[in-house]
């Protein structure tokens, strides 16, 4: 009895006290973290599902589905398409986009209006999706937040309806996909600065390659500028970064568990080995279930992935007649200058071409996308394109059409046409060397081509696009062309170093800033040819026709221009040292005053009755007044 008394006194109930609160204390703080940990993943899930509605945007399984794969997005604010800039970026500013605009623009309001600009299937829209949520979701929010598209016709009802607008954020998708803009993009974005002029943010995406030119396309600019009555706005730029290796890794391991799904997982990364071009877009990583079905299969172009996503898709839906029906949507939206469809079009359209479809086997597809308003588009443009590419790869007509287009608004046209075209074009050249004759190339999109040590006989290439085509390379002989047709060629910075070309047409042909150099042209017409700032040093040009040519800034340093037919050409700025002009005709022709003095002696040996020669405007120089001697 002592002993236990002895015991009870000894013992430290301080202590004991301490951890029994303290466990207590721990229990509550851990059921308080349980707690408020259920009651946000409730209100998540409510959220989620008030967000969807607010959206007014459809959301399918897919777009669900790239949320939980969601890999955060990246701006730079250099354009990653720039092969330099990718190789080195080291000067390139890039950051997590999402958590810039909710910390730094929609609370301090640096700046109004934001366009993101990327290339195709680089998840602008995916995005602009995250955007919305990630604002949303916040329990405290000082502003309205809205989800336009831009692809709809009623873009600016839509704005309108908005009534709380100096306190909202608006997010517009898709300056491409928009028929007005598609047109003139300047004149539409002036139209949507008008209408948004009292939003307090405004962030716009669109596709890089939608500016028509690069004076146009803001590459080296770091803000846009947009008249709107007496004032101007800016629009601050960023460039989608394409994922890196480590975000392409986050995204596979977040779609292909690597334990339980290893074996996806390690043909996924080996297919991405070999396609490390095509990988960094979010899109075509999103697809990489349809990519792994056939073991077999490897992918060396962008339109093979492409092709093989569609005839999966098509595939799985089991019905006859589809990929024509699609086919002639896309050409549908091309002609009318649209991007979407509505139900009574499709209707229409499927009876005009008679492809029996049930109207749920035509609008319940995956390729196609429907708005609460009822109007249908492709799952992606780039889609669309795709089906325009092999429409143009397969009919001459439609292929002319939109070349002379100049694919406008649809780069990925040209995009998909050139490795198509290439494709073919290297399997016909696969020998070492080849005589090819009586071959059909027109209107072929086949820049950055290398092709050397061939002869072509008699072949057609009428509008194609050779632009950068390397026709000779290191100790290799130069291609031949005889008796061909290159009528509107382009073949802008092509190197065509040691060119023999023989009885050739190339009237109205785009040779700027070509490399002609000790080139050999018989018998070959460049009439209305554009040469500026060629390369003709020691070219022999001896009997071509060269009227109507523009040679202005063109090397002829040492060429031979014996009886060429120069009439009406510019030979402003053009080089004539060492040039041989004998019984060259020049009727016509227009000169600085500066250049005629420095070839003098030389145009004594020309034909003409006059020139013309441009100081402060046009002036008629006959040749009795350069060469009095004659008279």
Same mark, same amino acid.
Request: net charge neutral; aromatic share 12%.
């Given at each position: 009895?002592?002993?236990?008394?002895?015991?009870?006194?000894?013992?430290?109930?301080?202590?004991?006290?301490?951890?029994?609160?303290?466990?207590?204390?721990?229990?509550?703080?851990?059921?308080?973290?349980?707690?408020?940990?259920?009651?946000?993943?409730?209100?998540?899930?409510?959220?989620?599902?008030?967000?969807?509605?607010?959206?007014?945007?459809?959301?399918?399984?897919?777009?669900?589905?790239?949320?939980?794969?969601?890999?955060?997005?990246?701006?730079?604010?250099?354009?990653?398409?720039?092969?330099?800039?990718?190789?080195?970026?080291?000067?390139?500013?890039?950051?997590?986009?999402?958590?810039?605009?909710?910390?730094?623009?929609?609370?301090?309001?640096?700046?109004?209006?934001?366009?993101?600009?990327?290339?195709?299937?680089?998840?602008?829209?995916?995005?602009?999706?995250?955007?919305?949520?990630?604002?949303?979701?916040?329990?405290?929010?000082?502003?309205?937040?809205?989800?336009?598209?831009?692809?709809?016709?009623?873009?600016?009802?839509?704005?309108?309806?908005?009534?709380?607008?100096?306190?909202?954020?608006?997010?517009?998708?898709?300056?491409?996909?928009?028929?007005?803009?598609?047109?003139?993009?300047?004149?539409?974005?002036?139209?949507?600065?008008?209408?948004?002029?009292?939003?307090?943010?405004?962030?716009?995406?669109?596709?890089?390659?939608?500016?028509?030119?690069?004076?146009?396309?803001?590459?080296?600019?770091?803000?846009?500028?947009?008249?709107?009555?007496?004032?101007?706005?800016?629009?601050?730029?960023?460039?989608?970064?394409?994922?890196?290796?480590?975000?392409?890794?986050?995204?596979?391991?977040?779609?292909?568990?690597?334990?339980?799904?290893?074996?996806?997982?390690?043909?996924?990364?080996?297919?991405?080995?070999?396609?490390?071009?095509?990988?960094?877009?979010?899109?075509?990583?999103?697809?990489?279930?349809?990519?792994?079905?056939?073991?077999?299969?490897?992918?060396?172009?962008?339109?093979?992935?492409?092709?093989?996503?569609?005839?999966?898709?098509?595939?799985?839906?089991?019905?006859?007649?589809?990929?024509?029906?699609?086919?002639?949507?896309?050409?549908?939206?091309?002609?009318?200058?649209?991007?979407?469809?509505?139900?009574?079009?499709?209707?229409?359209?499927?009876?005009?071409?008679?492809?029996?479809?049930?109207?749920?086997?035509?609008?319940?597809?995956?390729?196609?996308?429907?708005?609460?308003?009822?109007?249908?588009?492709?799952?992606?443009?780039?889609?669309?394109?795709?089906?325009?590419?092999?429409?143009?790869?397969?009919?001459?007509?439609?292929?002319?059409?939109?070349?002379?287009?100049?694919?406008?608004?649809?780069?990925?046209?040209?995009?998909?046409?050139?490795?198509?075209?290439?494709?073919?074009?290297?399997?016909?050249?696969?020998?070492?060397?080849?005589?090819?004759?009586?071959?059909?190339?027109?209107?072929?999109?086949?820049?950055?081509?290398?092709?050397?040590?061939?002869?072509?006989?008699?072949?057609?290439?009428?509008?194609?696009?050779?632009?950068?085509?390397?026709?000779?390379?290191?100790?290799?002989?130069?291609?031949?062309?005889?008796?061909?047709?290159?009528?509107?060629?382009?073949?802008?910075?092509?190197?065509?170093?040691?060119?023999?070309?023989?009885?050739?047409?190339?009237?109205?042909?785009?040779?700027?800033?070509?490399?002609?150099?000790?080139?050999?042209?018989?018998?070959?017409?460049?009439?209305?040819? @554009? $040469?500026?700032? #060629? &390369? !003709?040093?020691? %070219?022999? +040009?001896?009997?071509?026709? *060269?009227?109507?040519?523009? /040679? =202005?800034?063109?090397?002829?340093?040492?060429?031979?221009?014996?009886?060429? @037919? $120069?009439?009406? #050409? &510019? !030979?402003?700025? %053009?080089? +004539?040292?060492?040039?041989? *002009?004998?019984?060259?005709? /020049? =009727?016509?022709?227009?000169?600085?005053?500066?250049?005629?003095?420095?070839?003098?002696?030389?145009?004594?040996?020309?034909?003409?009755?006059?020139?013309?020669?441009?100081?402060?405007?046009?002036?008629?120089?006959?040749?009795?007044?350069?060469?009095?001697?004659?008279?």
């Amino acid at each position: 009895m002592y002993i236990l008394a002895d015991i009870f006194i000894k013992t430290n109930w301080d202590k004991i006290i301490d951890i029994i609160v303290g466990v207590i204390i721990v229990a509550i703080l851990t059921g308080i973290k349980v707690i408020k940990f259920l009651i946000t993943w409730i209100m998540k899930r409510k959220l989620k599902k008030n967000w969807y509605k607010e959206l007014e945007f459809p959301i399918n399984k897919k777009t669900k589905k790239s949320f939980k794969c969601y890999i955060s997005t990246r701006g730079q604010d250099m354009d990653p398409c720039n092969s330099e800039e990718m190789i080195d970026n080291r000067h390139c500013f890039s950051q997590e986009l999402i958590p810039f605009f909710m910390q730094n623009n929609f609370e301090k309001n640096k700046n109004r209006y934001y366009i993101v600009l990327a290339d195709s299937g680089m998840g602008k829209t995916t995005f602009l999706f995250n955007l919305f949520f990630s604002y949303y979701k916040k329990l405290i929010r000082k502003h309205e937040i809205k989800f336009i598209p831009l692809f709809i016709d009623s873009v600016f009802e839509e704005i309108e309806k908005i009534e709380n607008k100096q306190n909202t954020i608006l997010l517009l998708d898709g300056l491409d996909e928009n028929r007005e803009a598609m047109n003139d993009h300047k004149k539409y974005m002036e139209k949507i600065v008008n209408k948004t002029i009292k939003f307090h943010t405004i962030i716009m995406t669109c596709r890089t390659q939608f500016f028509p030119d690069s004076d146009s396309e803001p590459k080296d600019i770091d803000k846009i500028k947009f008249g709107v009555g007496k004032k101007s706005v800016e629009f601050e730029k960023y460039y989608i970064s394409p994922f890196n290796e480590k975000e392409i890794n986050m995204y596979l391991k977040k779609r292909y568990n690597p334990i339980i799904k290893r074996s996806k997982y390690k043909r996924s990364k080996k297919l991405i080995a070999n396609c490390p071009k095509l990988m960094p877009r979010p899109m075509l990583l999103s697809f990489m279930g349809d990519l792994l079905a056939d073991k077999t299969k490897k992918y060396d172009y962008g339109y093979e992935i492409y092709q093989e996503l569609i005839s999966k898709w098509i595939e799985r839906e089991s019905v006859n007649n589809l990929y024509e029906f699609f086919e002639k949507v896309a050409e549908f939206m091309y002609l009318n200058k649209t991007l979407y469809i509505t139900e009574f079009q499709i209707k229409d359209l499927c009876k005009e071409c008679n492809i029996q479809l049930k109207e749920d086997e035509v609008l319940t597809r995956s390729l196609f996308n429907r708005n609460v308003n009822g109007i249908y588009k492709f799952a992606h443009k780039s889609i669309l394109e795709l089906f325009l590419a092999n429409k143009a790869y397969h009919e001459i007509e439609f292929r002319k059409n939109i070349t002379l287009d100049n694919f406008n608004g649809y780069d990925m046209v040209k995009s998909f046409l050139n490795e198509m075209d290439v494709c073919d074009f290297n399997k016909l050249f696969s020998q070492k060397y080849s005589k090819v004759s009586f071959q059909f190339f027109k209107y072929l999109q086949l820049y950055d081509l290398h092709l050397s040590d061939h002869e072509i006989l008699n072949s057609n290439f009428v509008g194609c696009n050779l632009c950068n085509a390397i026709l000779k390379d290191i100790n290799v002989n130069m291609s031949k062309f005889i008796m061909s047709d290159l009528s509107k060629v382009n073949f802008c910075s092509a190197q065509l170093i040691g060119a023999e070309l023989e009885d050739v047409n190339l009237t109205s042909a785009n040779l700027q800033f070509a490399d002609l150099y000790n080139a050999t042209f018989s018998f070959v017409n460049l009439s209305q040819a @554009d $040469l500026t700032d #060629a &390369n !003709l040093v020691g %070219a022999n +040009l001896i009997d071509t026709n *060269l009227s109507q040519a523009i /040679l =202005e800034f063109a090397d002829l340093t040492g060429a031979t221009l014996n009886r060429v @037919d $120069l009439t009406n #050409a &510019n !030979l402003m700025e %053009a080089i +004539l040292t060492e040039t041989v *002009l004998i019984e060259t005709n /020049l =009727e016509a022709s227009r000169w600085y005053k500066d250049n005629v003095l420095k070839v003098l002696p030389q145009l004594k040996y020309a034909k003409f009755t006059y020139i013309i020669i441009e100081d402060q405007e046009p002036k008629k120089v006959y040749r009795s007044e350069l060469f009095p001697d004659e008279r």
